[in-house]
């Protein structure tokens, strides 16, 4: 059986793939505004995007979101 890293995982996701249902977010809007915002913890994404605010079912995949545009704000 062969698993992935969850950076793998979100390196190889489509590009606009939604993020939050609830809030109606999707990738392109996600990073773009995380990146002008210099968003880079969930909280503060949270507040500048929307997503999150709901269910909480896409925790995750915001926390790995923050995490790939803060490695890229490094770089």
Do not use: W
């Not at 979100?10 to 809030?23: F, G, M, Q, T, Y």
């Not at 913890?41 to 605010?53: L, M, Q, Y």
Request: with cysteine.
């Amino acid at each position: 059986m062969t698993t992935s890293s969850p950076e793998t995982a979100v390196n190889k996701a489509p590009i606009d793939k939604a993020v939050c249902i609830c809030k109606k977010v999707r990738t392109n809007e996600f990073m773009a505004k995380i990146t002008e915002h210099k968003a880079f913890t969930v909280d503060e994404a949270r507040d500048v995007t929307g997503a999150n605010t709901g269910c909480g079912a896409c925790y995750e995949t915001v926390e790995m979101l923050v995490a790939k545009a803060k490695a890229q704000s490094i770089a």
